[in-house]
């Protein structure tokens, strides 16, 4: 295990300088065959990033939730909350809740390079949710993330889902139109106004269904921009698919840890 481990960081040292978005390189196919796949939480071998105890054990939205938002609602009802403020998006897929330990494993696949982690999700979304034809268009990174990890996690979580679906991935129709800063250690309210105008559409989408794919939603802020500037490009239906959601904390501190967790 320890030659295993020594492998897989080395090889990710050695991978840092490559700029590719799909950073599956031919080495890295290589080396994923070349070792024998262990699930990330227990290390058994397994065939996927978790094993199916590890994965059963994982905390599900379940089916009485929003379809806006996924937090629970009576009969799968849309919540007074969306009926108040209504997302620009339609619908909602979030299987899990972001919590320990899905947490740790979201944020180390964003930097820590868990590539398996996006064909877990795709492989544990039993079924599209959502229209056959419908465009991915990945949550759009800043150029100085995408510098920083060499890829764009959200990217590559809808490469999985289009293979599995086959479906297709537009990755350049939305883009950031401003620097925004972090949003860790922001509190909500300043999440909206940090992302607010921070998208445009770099084509029409007219006609077009929209599916907006993210990697955990916290507050809806960024997923409620992007799906405004897809609407704004014509978009005839916009969705939004994350693996996790954010349970909303109630206590300030625990709004602040939730912040500092997630990017
Ligand atoms: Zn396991
Ligand atoms: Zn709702």
Redesign the pocket.
Known sequence: MAIVGTLRNLFSESSRDESAQDARTPAALLLARLLPAR?L????A?TNA??A??DADLRRTGEESCPRCRLPSSNGEVCGRCLRFPPKWSQLAAMFWYQFPLDRLIVGAKHARYWNMFDWAAVSTVAWPFANDATLIPVPASAERIEERGYNQTTLLARALAKRFSLRVDDEALVRIRATAKQANRSWAERRRNVKHAFAATRSLAGESVVLVDDVLTTGATLNECARAALAAGAARVDAYVIARVNPPRARDRIQKFNRAVA
Do not use: I, K, V, W
């Not at 939480?41 to 058994?44: G, K, N």
């Open positions: 699930c939480l227990c290390a058994d397994c978790l094993c105890p590890c």
